[in-house]
């Protein structure tokens, strides 16, 4: 079965301080993976696509094959980033969600 | 406009009534999406249309009926349904499917509350 995992459901991390949300997912041929952040009282919206290779609001996230890993990352939290993040993987025009990770960025 | 539209915003039902969800967009999307979140999971996938067609049912009980008038809006019709079935419902949309590696857009989605 197609699987998305992320490993922690809640996530604090000082405001300044290096941000890793973990992302692993189960390999079925060519993945297309995406990030999906969902800030509070607004809409879930992408965060950024691993076949742009482009950084959204200073995250970037590297897909690795090997480890089928795609975790998000931002090397000086902000405030502003406290939101639930969604790792998600397409697969025949559905879009499977992990079961997210809440980040807290303390100031 | 790079907005998908929801209404109503928050609709409470009796588990006897018959209601339905709307939602619009104007990107000339060809793929549209219901889902249904509960608090603090991920959005379930429910229904899939491309070109207006229903492509995917993730074995959705028939108390939920979607339906596409045509390729700017897409309706879920409720109908007797139970206390579980509360939760947010999502709209989305996105220009050929996802599994063309497309942005999906959502919606604010209506919060619903079966009594």
């Known amino acids: 079965a197609q699987r998305v995992t992320q490993p922690e459901k809640l996530l604090s991390v000082f405001k300044g301080a290096p941000v890793e949300l973990k992302c692993n997912y189960s390999?079925?041929?060519?993945?297309?993976l995406f990030w999906y952040v969902q800030y509070s009282r607004q809409r879930l919206q992408l965060l950024l696509r691993?076949?742009s290779r482009e950084s959204i609001k200073g995250f970037t996230a590297d897909l690795n094959k090997g480890e089928t890993s795609f975790h998000l990352k931002k090397p000086f939290a902000q405030e502003e980033d406290s939101a639930m993040y969604y790792c998600?993987?397409?697969?025949?025009?559905?879009?499977?969600f992990g079961p997210g990770t809440s980040l807290s960025v303390i100031p | 406009d790079t907005e998908v539209t929801q209404t109503p915003k928050h609709l409470v039902m009796g588990m006897t009534n018959k209601k339905s969800l709307k939602c619009e967009q104007h990107?000339?999307?060809?793929?549209m999406y219901w889902y249904k979140q509960k608090a603090k999971k991920p959005p379930e996938l429910m229904f899939v249309?491309?070109?207006?067609?229903?492509?995917i049912n993730e074995s959705v009980p028939s108390r939920f009926s979607p339906e596409c008038p045509n390729s700017s809006l897409l309706n879920l019709h409720l109908h007797a349904l139970q206390p579980e079935d509360s939760a947010l419902y999502l709209c989305?949309?996105?220009?050929?499917?996802?599994?063309?590696?497309?942005?999906?857009?959502f919606g604010q989605g209506t919060r619903l509350t079966v009594v």
């Open positions: 989305a949309s996105s220009q050929l499917g996802f599994v063309m590696n497309t942005e999906a857009f």
């Open positions: 390999y079925s041929g060519s993945p297309e």
């Open positions: 691993h076949i």
């Open positions: 998600a993987k397409t697969s025949y025009d559905k879009v499977i």
């Open positions: 990107m000339g999307h060809r793929a």
């Open positions: 249309y491309s070109y207006e067609k229903l492509s």
